[in-house]
């Protein structure tokens, strides 16, 4: 028999997941997660607020935690739809294809005259059958060849009614990168001749690199970081609308996830390799966790690549990507990366010069975490929200700054309401630069500037601007459109 007590927490549960949709509607994820928590305190046995949490998480990317709430809303009630639907969402936002067709096709057996679900379960079949077929026909890594020494920019040529942004010679100058980013701006394209030439030469550039960069910025002169840009060209315009454009003077390190999400990607990386084409030390990248196949074949950018320039160019970026640096050290003092700290202790910045970064991220390792991880409030270390690296504490933090004789960890990976945050007693700093992140977040976008010789941190925060009707994702394949 139940008593009064239960029957009122079950009531105040109802309450709170009511509130908890609420928030969700108005794009508050993380206060939409704290109040289904408390639901789910006041009943733990009602499988939809485990539903309606992983759904939020899946909001944050925050896959392994929309995996484990998914999980449980099917232990309570293993006929619940909803809950084999939103653990197959997340599955498919890692790229595990094959886990999320098990759990569509129990959506199936569950709902067989659901189109929606029949829809699902279509795609995500196709998807399947097309990485099996990649599978099978990839060559061994041994065997590849790489793609950027097949290509001869300059036997390409470019028709005369060609009106764009022209490389003049082999010099990538400022006037073409201004005359480039205008054309993009208007929603123009770059002959590929063009953008052969600066992608190939970017490559080149960023293979001489060792995978840790040490970056000296001089007394009395500043230096900028900015975090995930993710695509949002126009963002990016703005952002040097405030601060200057990329140049010795004006320093920049942008801290990956240059693509992805947004449906400017193609014009973002463009951007950038141009300004390190003209001048190396104006602009200095780092790999994020979206520089890479896996990612780039589900969140658009591989679909955008072969939308606005080809095939050809999809491979060639895989292959550029797997060149970028893991992390950069700024004045022997500030250490940058894009997602954070290890799962042991004791790592050196020796260890992390010594990776051999030329290759897509694992799954596990010091690369696959400086990649992936994130910080938490609590010392020591968790498992990570997304499923795929850690969550570090302050403990942790102070320990690899003290070993490093580091003062400071920046990092990006992590939306963020104001543009930025700042953790572990002043120690960690997060710094993402997409505003109102996938049309929808609402979030301010931030840049560090750091002048010398303090080096203390000076965050700008902004906001979005407007930009062509195009939406987030549009290039993503059909699956991840529908769950976006």
Not at 10 to 31: D, I, L, P, T, Y
Not at 453 to 480: E, R
């Amino acid at each position: 028999m139940e008593t009064k007590n239960e029957n009122s927490d079950v009531s105040r549960a109802e309450e709170m997941k009511n509130q908890a949709n609420e928030a969700f509607k108005g794009h508050k994820f993380s206060h939409a997660i704290d109040l289904y928590t408390k639901a789910i305190e006041l009943n733990g046995n009602n499988a939809v607020y485990w539903a309606n949490r992983a759904f939020a998480h899946t909001k944050l990317e925050e896959y392994g935690s929309a995996i484990q709430d998914a999980s449980k809303a099917i232990e309570i009630d293993p006929k619940y739809s909803k809950g084999y639907y939103r653990r197959g969402a997340a599955y498919l936002a890692m790229g595990k294809f094959k886990d999320a067709l098990k759990d569509f096709q129990q959506v199936k057996r569950i709902c067989p005259n659901d189109p929606d679900a029949a829809r699902k379960l279509r795609e995500c079949e196709k998807a399947v059958m097309k990485l099996k077929f990649e599978e099978a026909i990839s060559a061994p890594v041994s065997e590849r060849r790489s793609v950027a020494e097949s290509i001869d920019y300059h036997t390409i040529e470019v028709e005369p009614q060609y009106s764009g942004a022209r490389i003049e010679g082999e010099e990538v100058t400022l006037e073409f990168v201004k005359q480039m980013m205008e054309d993009f701006k208007n929603q123009k394209t770059l002959h590929k001749r063009y953008a052969y030439q600066i992608v190939l030469k970017t490559r080149q550039i960023l293979q001489a690199l060792p995978s840790l960069v040490d970056i000296s910025v001089p007394n009395g002169k500043h230096f900028t970081v900015c975090g995930d840009v993710h695509g949002q060209f126009y963002d990016l315009l703005n952002i040097f609308e405030l601060n200057g454009l990329p140049s010795e003077e004006n320093p920049y390190l942008f801290n990956g996830d240059f693509v992805d999400r947004g449906s400017f990607s193609v014009e973002i990386i463009l951007t950038l390799f141009a300004f390190k084409c003209m001048a190396p030390s104006s602009i200095y990248l780092a790999r994020g966790n979206h520089e890479s196949k896996s990612m780039n074949k589900i969140y658009g950018f591989e679909g955008e690549v072969r939308s606005k320039l080809s095939e050809k160019f999809v491979d060639l970026f895989a292959e550029v990507f797997c060149y970028l640096p893991l992390a950069h050290v700024i004045n022997e003092k500030i250490f940058v990366v894009h997602g954070g700290l290890f799962s042991v202790d004791g790592v050196k910045l020796s260890d992390i010069r010594a990776i051999d970064r030329f290759c897509e991220p694992p799954e596990e390792g010091l690369m696959c975490e400086l990649l992936w991880s994130d910080p938490q409030p609590l010392p020591g270390r968790g498992p990570s929200k997304r499923g795929v690296g850690l969550s570090f504490g302050g403990d942790v933090t102070k320990r690899f700054l003290e070993d490093n004789n580091l003062d400071l960890v920046v990092r990006s990976h992590e939306v963020k309401d104001e543009g930025y945050e700042v953790d572990h007693d002043g120690k960690l700093i997060t710094v993402f630069s997409a505003p109102n992140y996938c049309d929808q977040m609402g979030n301010k976008g931030a840049y560090i500037r750091f002048e010398a010789p303090d080096m203390k941190p000076n965050i700008v925060t902004f906001s979005a601007v407007p930009h062509p009707d195009v939406k987030p994702m549009a290039y993503a394949n059909n699956f991840m459109r529908m769950f976006n």
